[in-house]
């Protein structure tokens, strides 16, 4: 069957997935573990004798640590017999050196297990200056990163053409010289196909309409004040449908410009906008009111647009027109200059995209109150001013590929939003960029390289084990009656698991064909980025008439992440996440259950918390709980979002998390831990014997669960990060993450034997699953 790439706006748009972690960017301790033996580069090899070096140091380490705890008078497990040497005694030492070597055991794991289990990581893990924040996430995606490096350097004589398009893409990526000689003349055909920056005196108001100018961007997937994109109809999840929502903001959300104009960070931004149009040529006694006029309509269009607490309701949000009805509904008034039938006529039939559409073409609205007030907002201000604004937005998106004085610009407005200091280093931002546009060529070559296969079948065997715990819970949960368990129960055995990556992109003449219409080089890298940009557009939206494939695998292979999408209703971990300390065959399965264990239960329940739960098993938006016990999930899931709504962050100078944003996020690792402990304790069971004790950890493996669990949290965030993530954010920053959750943990109490009333153990809990 000929698969057709999904393109990143299909999944950045998807409002029906959700994913593990947020940040977009882990050790990989064992490198031994990962990397295929054959054919080594002289860079492989180097790496490896260091880790030989590294292994005589941990074996060292290890028999220290097992000869001093073995003095120390603590809460123990009885002892038990050596640990087996079948995997080889080294691999053991690797899961136990990292275990241990996080830990500040000066601290009572039943009054901050957190600082507990991370605290000596913390200390010794400063925050690099070019990050707003590291955990073990960004630590992974490090070594991700050097691996994505080392193949997309490699040279090889017989390479498909999509991983020699992905090569050349990243080469010119990396060409900073150039970038720097060709300077900003790159940008020149792009502004004159957009007819001209105002602010640039480039610029004729009779030749501009608004309708055209959104029509040239959006051929660039760059969609401000309207974002028209292609999903699933999300009640009918075989088809898709056209939608139109509200978009995204210069600034990192809406709530940084209800902070007022006179803030900190609206004033750099203010900046960055001024200094990216001068060092574009404008002129600069005329640019700053240029620029105060366009912010003062940005901050117009954030304040009309929807609040993120108001958008968990999928059903609100769907909202059926004909453009027709569109154009009665939202009237634009003449002055605009906008016309929504020839908006979407001029894109949807394009040439490249070539679908025919009328004015009864059915359009799914997102925002209903936005575009009800948009036109009066836009009726406010001068052509001038709008199409500045709209023109601002693609250069402050193209900035990053533009030379290196453009990235000081950028770095001195990330120091405000963010804490960071300098820019990451230019290969690392070259083989993030390409990993995420051409994702199944990286992947290729990614888990041909750095990916152990028995991943996937230790993957699915869990899978099934936590599949099992869920109905487990299902059955003795209180608050849902027999018919909705009945259709719960049915939903989770339907849901679908892809693990890894997919066999055909280790298939020449598939992979080429998923790229066919790719055209990239090695020299001209803007051009390339217009390119890529422009292909994801076309890919996107010319798949309206196509039916939705259920199987199609979309991810990049080489993503440190993990997701859960409703209309699919199924649950993704690419090959990326399947490494330690999530999982590896060398870890006990303590380990692999409180890491890989605790990652899939939380994409399970992601199908029933509050968002999930409003689609059925076959991925529509549908009512199939009865009104009551939706009345008694919404008590249950208000116990979360008052807890979490009550954490203060010291980073954020005690701000408190926003409970209601994070609800769904937090409802799912609750269950993920509970699936995943019972799971793990069902597997003790079957075999009929605990584990053997990892040398040199005092600690029985019901801890190590909790232990392991907490510590892929481990992290250190600046101030800025921290603002920024209770501010726009939806997951619960480490700490949280992992005190809230196993506040609400029976489990977790009876295994480090915590008193009550102690902070790990608090009188009330919450449980939604």
Known sequence: MIRKRTTQQDRTKDAGTVSWTSDVNYQVADPSETFNKNSRTVLEKALIFLVLICACAIIALVVTVAILSTKEDEKTSPPHPPYSLDPPLINTFFPASRLTQSLNQNVDPCEDFFEFACGTWMRKNVIPEDRSSLDMFGVLRDDVEVIEKIILEEVMSDEPAAVTKAKDLY???????????????????????LGGWPLLGNWTEADHTLTSLL????KYNNKPIIDLYVYTDLKNSTVRILYIDQSSFGMPGRKYYLQGRDDVMVKAYEVLAKEIATELGADPTTVQND?????????????????????????????????????????????TRFDWLPYFQTIMNSSEVGVAITEEETVIVRAVPYFEKLFQVLEKYSHRTIANYLV??????????????????????????????????????????????????????????????????????????????????????????????????????????????????LDDKELNRLYENYTTNSVTYFDNVLHILNRANVDSLRRLREEVDKNEWYTAPATVNAYYNSVLNRIMFPAGILQPPFYSKSQPKSMNYGGIGVVIGHEITHGFDDRGRQYDKDGN??????????????????????????????????????????????????????????????????????????PGVKYNHNQIFFINFAQIWCSNMRKENAINRILTGVHSPGRFRVIGTLQNSAEFTEAFNCPAMSYMSPKQRCSVW
């Not at 990526?173 to 060709?182: K, R, V």
């Not at 105060?292 to 909202?319: G, P, Q, T």
């Not at 869990?462 to 049915?490: C, Y």
């Open 291 to 335: 620029v105060k006029e366009m912010v003062d309509l940005e901050f117009e269009i954030a304040n009309i647009s929807m609040a993120d607490e108001d958008r968990r309701d999928s059903n609100a949000l769907y909202n059926p027109m004909t453009i027709r009805q569109i154009s009665q509904n939202f009237t634009p008034p003449a002055a």
């Open 392 to 505: 601002w937005r693609m250069m402050q998106n193209r900035a990053n590929n533009l030379p290196e004085r453009f990235q000081d610009l950028l770095t001195k407005y990330n120091k405000v939003i963010y804490g960071t200091s300098t820019p990451r280093a230019r290969w690392r931002r070259c083989a993030s960029y390409v990993n995420s546009n051409m994702g199944l060529a990286v992947g290729r070559l990614f888990v041909r390289e750095a990916f152990d296969e028995a991943a996937k079948a230790d993957t699915l065997e869990m899978i099934g084990n936590l599949r099992g715990a869920f109905e487990e819970l299902l059955e003795s949960n209180t608050w849902m009656d027999e018919e909705t368990r009945t259709l719960a129960r049915e939903k989770a055995k339907f849901i679908q698991e892809k693990i890894g990556y997919e066999d055909y992109i």
């Open 171 to 193: 080469k010119s990526c990396i060409n900073a010289s150039l970038i720097e000689d060709l300077g900003t003349t790159v940008v020149t055909p792009l502004l004159e196909e």
């Open 215 to 218: 029509v040239k961007l959006a």
């Open 621 to 694: 938006l549908k009512q199939w709980w009865t009104s009551e016990v939706i009345d008694k999930f919404k008590g249950q899931a208000e116990c979360i979002i008052n807890q979490y709504g009550n954490f203060s962050v010291p980073e954020a100078d005690g701000m408190k998390l926003n409970g209601i944003n994070t609800q769904g996020e937090n409802i799912a690792d609750n269950g993920g831990l509970k699936q995943s402990y019972r799971a793990y304790r069902n597997w003790v069971k079957s075999r009929g014997a605990e584990e053997q004790p990892l």
